[in-house]
């Protein structure tokens, strides 16, 4: 009875959890953070684990940052996030693929989205949870550029 009843209510919670990019959303986009954060962001992130091989940010207008400091991610992300769609029959808001040369992550927050490839076996629910973290502080402001002290 209990695990019915908390299902119903999680399925009711992301159903009317706000998400500007879904159809029908109210409001305007959230501001697009500036590269230089983004790419502190997902330095940060790159610190949090040796078995993470390379990560892309992604806002709505583009690549904001990757590890490579180069536009190639963006396609393959982009597909990434289109197939992650495609499977969740709409909008996804992660995914996580597992193959034998490694694992591919998505994760999307506020308008942005973070991918990432790691090593093979990585625990899922910690790189997610970074993931999320990153982009959370990232709209939060956390990465901006600190004033340099007198």
């Known amino acids: 009875m209990i695990q019915g009843n908390l299902a119903a209510f999680t399925a009711y919670m992301f159903q009317h959890m706000p998400d500007w990019r879904r159809e029908g959303a109210q409001g305007a986009p959230p501001k697009e953070p500036p590269p230089q954060a983004a790419a502190r ?9 040796p078995e993470i091989r390379g990560f892309a940010i992604l806002g709505p207008r583009g690549l904001l940052a990757s590890s490579d400091e180069t536009d190639e991610w963006l396609e393959p992300a982009r597909a990434l996030l289109a197939a992650a769609d495609d499977a969740a029959g709409g909008f996804a808001s ?30 899922a629910s910690l790189v997610l949870a970074d993931m999320r973290a990153a982009l959370r502080d990232l709209v939060a402001g956390a990465f901006q550029a600190q004033p340099e002290a007198a």
Do not use: K
Not at 41 to 49: D, H, K, Q, V
Not at 108 to 121: C, K, M, S, Y
């Open 94 to 123: 992660h995914a996580h693929v597992a193959t034998e040369e490694g694992e591919a992550y998505a994760v999307r927050h506020a308008g942005l989205a973070i991918v990432a490839v790691t090593e093979r076996f990585t625990l």
């Open 41 to 49: 962001a997902g330095t940060w992130f790159l610190s949090l684990s």
